[in-house]
């Protein structure tokens, strides 16, 4: 049977994308299915070296773990590290040199095939694979190759559930805004928005999760729902941007540490989300991609 999908994208970066599709791998494994993460893209400093020595997102080598999965570079084949000499591109864990990176970053469809090999693969052992998108699928200046987003739901036809961080401020005016500024085909495959990292009284959000999908709803012809309100947690889960990796091995004494705050996540995920409908919302991957 056909993996399912769902992708997380967000109005920005650090609005927690990379955590909630964490908590969603430990809760979905919670419940006996067979979940993997990926993320076409990685642009971070930071990286989790596999044994063989081929970086992956940090982020990546969290959700594995929280699904119960060894790091695979499968999970993140297109790695970007900026350094003082400039960017530089590893993809499958291979470092490319300057000429070949520039190759790929001028023609993004073929490096969409190669993600799309990776992933194929990938799915192939999987009932439910978690998209993370990367930074925001609205930046303007990348619209059309943009391989961890838009063009990476099209190839997949992915759902996509849209994630805003209330804690920045302009919550709503984000959510709706990036719905907004993408293409109708793009917009179409809005399914679903998450607003994150809420502190206090999860009460005093009302009424703007109703009036957002209302204004919203005249816009599209459509309902997109507000799938949930998350709360804030101090989880101090590993960050893919911080300058200091926190991230210390899966034997070491941070493993339970990480294993509580998935687990806590997971359970705040399964109280504040309309899982229903986020289920109803999944799709299967397609017998052939491009």
Same mark, same amino acid.
């Given at each position: ?13 650090h /609005? ?17 299915w067979?979940?993997? %993460? ?9 990286? @989790? ?9 940090? !982020? ?10 060894? *790091? ?5 084949? /297109?790695?970007?590290? *900026? ?9 499958? !864990?291979?470092?490319l ?6 190759g790929?970053? &001028?023609? #993004? ?12 693969? @990938? ?14 699928p ?6 059309? &190759? ?14 996509v /559930? ?14 709706? !805004?990036? /719905?907004?500024?993408?293409? *109708? ?18 009460? @005093?959000?009302?009424?703007? *999760? &109703? ?13 997109? %729902?507000?799938? !949930?309100?998350? %709360? ?5 889960l ?14 070491? #004494? ?11 996540l ?16 999944? &799709?299967?991957m ?5």
């Amino acid at each position: 049977m056909a993996a399912k999908i769902l992708m997380l994208q967000g109005t920005a970066s650090h /609005v927690g994308k990379t955590t909630l599709a964490a908590g969603l791998c430990r809760l979905y494994r919670r419940r006996g299915w067979k979940v993997g %993460p990926f993320k076409a893209q990685n642009m971070s400093s930071l990286t @989790y070296c596999l044994p063989d020595g081929r970086p992956i997102g940090v !982020g990546q080598a969290v959700q594995a773990f929280a699904a119960g999965l060894a *790091p695979d570079s499968r999970m993140n084949p /297109v790695c970007l590290c *900026p350094g003082e000499q400039g960017m530089t591109m590893y993809l499958h !864990g291979r470092r490319l040199p300057p000429d070949e990176a520039e190759g790929f970053y &001028r023609n #993004p469809q073929r490096l969409m095939r190669e993600v799309l090999g990776d992933f194929a693969a @990938y799915a192939a052992e999987k009932d439910l694979l978690l998209i993370e998108g990367a930074g925001s699928p609205a930046e303007l200046n990348l619209m059309g &190759r943009d391989i961890a987003n838009t063009l990476l739901a099209r190839a997949l036809g992915a759902p996509v /559930v849209l994630v805003g961080d209330v804690e920045r401020g302009g919550v709503f005016a984000s959510l709706y !805004g990036t /719905v907004r500024l993408l293409s *109708p085909e793009d917009r179409a495959r809005i399914t679903g928005l998450i607003i994150n990292k809420f502190h206090g009284d999860i009460r @005093y959000i009302n009424p703007g *999760p &109703r009036l957002l999908e209302e204004r919203l709803e005249q816009e599209e012809g459509r309902r997109i %729902p507000v799938l !949930g309100t998350v %709360p804030a947690l101090p989880l101090h889960l590993p960050e893919e941007d911080t300058a200091v990796n926190p991230f210390v091995g899966w034997d070491s #004494p941070k493993r339970k540490e990480l294993d509580s705050g998935l687990d806590r996540l997971a359970d705040a995920l399964e109280g504040s989300l309309d899982l229903e409908t986020l289920e109803r919302q999944m &799709r299967t991957m397609p017998d052939s991609l491009w």
